[in-house]
């Protein structure tokens, strides 16, 4: 891969690892999901699943726009933080303290990304690749909205549960 030697490169250098950010997302939401108790929880969770499929997309043409190969550069820091997701899953007990681990270790993921895609939009915008700034607007605002409802999820509910002792379990799924 070609040094970073311009705005132009950084930009698309940047790109690719929210590509493959989203695209490890893509894979490890459903696991969160199977690991979720609460059905709010689990609804929000599987409503970004569809989002980021949608960033995924917007990545792709966000690429062809500038004219560049949509390929995926390991963000060691998002799977980092996906991984951290995982493992916080893993070392609670199925139920609301597992719930409130997962919507922990998701909304530092979604922090991440709310931060990366506000640099490549200033980036973008900077370089007047203003069809390229309006797909990632898209997606930060995306972002931002599923932040702001696993926030709500936990200060209604899962919080207040773990907190009084309440563990809310839903059956297992089969598939």
């Given at each position: ?124 915008r900077l370089l007047g690749r ?46």
């Open positions: 891969m070609a040094a970073v030697d311009s705005l132009d490169t950084l930009l698309i250098s940047e790109l690719r690892q929210l590509y493959d950010t989203e695209q490890r997302l893509t894979k490890a939401i459903p696991k969160l999901v199977e690991a979720s108790s609460n059905s709010d929880l689990v609804n929000a969770l599987s409503k970004h699943l569809n989002e980021t499929r949608q960033h995924v997309a917007r990545l792709e043409e966000a690429f062809g726009v500038l004219e560049a190969e949509a390929e995926a550069k390991t963000c060691v820091s998002s799977k980092g933080l996906i991984s951290d997701a995982d493992d916080r899953a893993g070392e609670c007990e199925r139920g609301s303290l597992r719930d409130a681990a997962i919507i922990g270790a998701t909304q530092c993921i979604e922090h991440y990304e709310i931060a990366a895609y506000g640099t490549v939009i200033a980036h973008a203003n069809p390229v700034v309006r797909l990632l607007e898209a997606t930060l605002s995306e972002e931002k909205a599923a932040s702001q409802a696993l926030t709500d999820i936990a200060e209604r509910v899962v919080n207040p549960n773990v907190r009084a002792g309440v563990s809310e379990v839903r059956p297992r799924t089969t598939a």
